[in-house]
């Protein structure tokens, strides 16, 4: 959009189009504009705090309601009950590489969660992905792949 400005406003070069969201009965919905589905919000998310499920408390204490994010690329939960009800607050994982260019060893966590939801309840399974593993519906899934080591061999 920066490099190429007269082209950035044409619906369709939009991600929706370009990707036929439509056909494939996605809703996008931008990372900036928090949404419910049900008792549970959705969010890109906006804090991080050094340990994984203390960011899903903050975003709780912020919103004062259940919520997920992916914001800090790492797997972790949060629950608080009170005299009326319990809350949850989930931080999602990433999908994406750990030894990103930009970054030195960040405390990431490759996974993801699946949200099961009806007018009144939701549950959140979340996944954790470790060494192209996962273990999903009692059902272990991963990648063969020998060169998998999971260690930092050069932090030069």
């Keep these: 959009m920066s490099e190429a400005k007269a082209l950035a406003g044409l619906r369709a070069l939009s991600l ?12 996008f919905q931008p990372q900036d504009r928090p949404y419910r589905i049900g008792h549970l919000l959705f969010t890109h998310g906006q804090f991080i705090s050094r340990w994984s499920a203390m960011s899903a ?12 994010h992916g914001h800090t690329h790492r797997l972790g939960s949060f629950y608080h009950t009170d005299i009326s009800d319990t809350f ?9 590489t750990l030894t990103p260019d930009y970054v030195t060893a960040p405390d990431w966590q490759n996974g993801f969660s699946v949200v ?11 996944v954790a992905i470790i060494r192209n593993r996962f273990c999903f519906h009692g059902k272990l899934h991963e990648k063969k792949n020998d060169s998998i080591t999971g260690l930092v061999e050069d932090l030069s």
């Design 57 to 68: 408390k903050r975003h709780y204490e912020r919103f004062g309601c259940c919520t997920i």
């Design 116 to 126: 099961y939801h009806s007018k009144n309840f939701f549950h959140v399974d979340q």
């Design 88 to 96: 949850a607050a989930f931080e999602n994982g990433c999908l994406s």
């Design 16 to 27: 929706e189009k370009l990707l036929d969201f439509k056909t494939l009965r996605i809703r």
